[in-house]
């Protein structure tokens, strides 16, 4: 039997194309090892998103450097194969394939030819306008699944190599994807995760020609579906039917995430954005003026070249508006290909952090006002997992906030009942910046 390891760093869709990669070689005969050492084929998929993220796999690949020959065969897929190409070879000469997710469909022939002992082989072309679609999918999580709706991005977003990495945007038939989010629910799942880079510009390509709210409104209402999350949504893409869409459908989770990156209109504007504050700020209005609680979340950059104090001060100002459930707050990081790369004004490293740090201590103070919100209230959790060390279970409410809690009558999972993939009404009893704590509400439990 041929052993892999594969190891996936980066966003959803990677640690989803990483399930379908897994299938694939499963079903060319390959068994998953748990380490490097034991393993045959060692596999990385890459993120290129940020510097950080690209240096990761190049320290793996050193680290192994010694063990390349004896058997032990790497390969370099995703994002940071696709950048770099034919480059990595040069790089790091035990690597004997590079891969695209554009290319996946062609990995039961890349992997003959890696067995035949090529040592240079490579899936590098975009001109692709399929998306990767596979019946092997194997999925980590028996209860929540990823669904992939559409690939690539067609924006141009002066920061971002996403563009390179993933070429052109490809939606999958809205066929298609109800044909999986259905199989999904027949085989127990509860809960699916739509994804894109730019979900929203989905564009059913088949006659039906959904858009992404009708779709996302469609697998809502398949039965014994719980739960619909999707990400990520474009500003410019977000029209007020997706909002209408989760008011209506309590199956739609109650969560929004949509990268403002900035408040200021100078800098949007230089990063290519394509919308300006107004114009994202009146979707804000319109999640904040339904029935539903919407939560919202968010991406900042900081310290984009020529960002001044004066357009950093916007930023902060529009966090205090929204006042945000969460947000992933970023270093701008210099990238290849991009358009930015060229600006002048480039922020200095400290200066970045310094910004860095004042988002964060500012959203902080922000998250502590909006989770006190929920003490006292009861909230429908999935659970997740157990933590051993305090004793709690692990759930998501659907706003998509964390909530530990006790749960008298059953006791630790080594009883062999487990509580995961269930839903069950948490009183909220604490808050914190991160996370709620609470205990479950007797009379609610299912047991497995
Ligand atoms: N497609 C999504 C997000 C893609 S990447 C969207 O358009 O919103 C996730 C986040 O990484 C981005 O929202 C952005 O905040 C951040 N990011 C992307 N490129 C970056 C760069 N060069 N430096 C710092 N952060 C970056
Ligand atoms: Fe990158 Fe912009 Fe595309 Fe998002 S929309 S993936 S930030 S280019
Ligand atoms: Fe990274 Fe590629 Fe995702 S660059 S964030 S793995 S699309």
Redesign the pocket.
């Known amino acids: 039997m041929k052993t892999f390891y594969i190891e996936t760093f980066g966003c959803q869709m990677n640690a989803h194309d990483s399930e379908k990669v897994v299938g694939t070689l499963v079903q060319q005969g390959y068994a998953q090892v748990e380490t490097p050492d034991q393993a045959e084929l060692v596999v990385y998929n890459t993120c290129s998103i940020r510097d950080k993220a690209e240096q990761k796999v190049f320290h793996r690949l050193q680290q192994f450097k010694k063990e390349a020959g004896k058997g032990k065969v790497f390969a370099v897929i995703g994002c940071v194969a696709q950048q770099e190409g034919e480059r990595i070879f040069e790089r790091a000469p035990h690597v004997s394939l590079v891969a695209g997710s554009a290319s996946y469909t062609k990995l039961p022939q890349m992997l003959v030819q890696l067995e035949a002992g090529n040592r240079r082989v490579t899936g590098l072309s975009l001109d692709t306008d399929e998306a990767f679609d596979t019946p092997f999918t194997r999925r980590d999580n028996p209860h929540r699944a990823y669904i992939t709706i559409i690939e690539g991005?067609d924006?141009?977003?002066a920061y971002?190599v996403?563009?390179f990495t993933r070429g052109p945007e490809r939606s999958r038939t809205s066929d298609s994807v109800m044909r999986e989010a259905k199989d999904l629910a027949a085989h127990g799942y509860t809960e699916v995760q739509l994804l894109g880079?730019?979900v929203n510009s989905y564009r059913d390509p088949s006659e039906t020609g959904w858009d992404f709210a009708r779709l996302l409104e469609n697998v809502g209402n398949i039965p014994g579906m719980r739960r619909v999350r999707f990400t990520?949504s474009?500003p410019r893409d977000f029209v007020k039917e997706i909002i209408d869409a989760i008011d209506r459908n309590q199956a739609l989770c109650n969560h929004v995430h949509l990268?403002v990156q900035s408040g200021s209109n100078r800098v949007l504007a230089a990063m290519q954005r394509q919308y300006t504050r107004d114009e994202y700020m009146r979707r804000i209005e319109w999640m904040k003026s339904v029935n539903r609680d919407i939560a919202i979340t968010t991406d900042i950059i900081v310290g984009f070249p020529g960002e001044t104090e004066r357009d950093f001060d916007e930023t902060l100002d529009l966090i205090g508006t929204v006042e945000y459930d969460s947000m992933f707050i970023f270093k701008y990081s210099k990238r290849p290909n991009t358009a930015a790369l060229q600006y002048e004004d480039q922020i200095p490293e400290d200066e970045k952090t310094r910004r860095l740090i004042v988002v964060q201590e500012k959203q902080r103070a922000i998250q502590i006002r909006r989770n006190a919100v929920y003490v006292g209230r009861t909230e429908e959790v999935h659970v997740e997992g157990y933590n051993k060390a305090t004793s709690q279970w692990i759930g998501r409410t659907s706003q998509n906030k964390t909530l530990n809690f006790v749960h008298a009558p059953l006791p630790a999972p080594d009883s062999g009942r487990t509580l995961v993939g269930d839903y069950l009404d948490v009183l909220v009893t604490r808050a914190g910046p991160n996370s709620l704590a609470g205990e479950s509400v007797a009379g609610h439990v299912v047991l497995q």
Do not use: A, E, I
């Open positions: 991005c924006k141009s977003c971002c996403v563009p880079q730019n990520t474009h990268p």
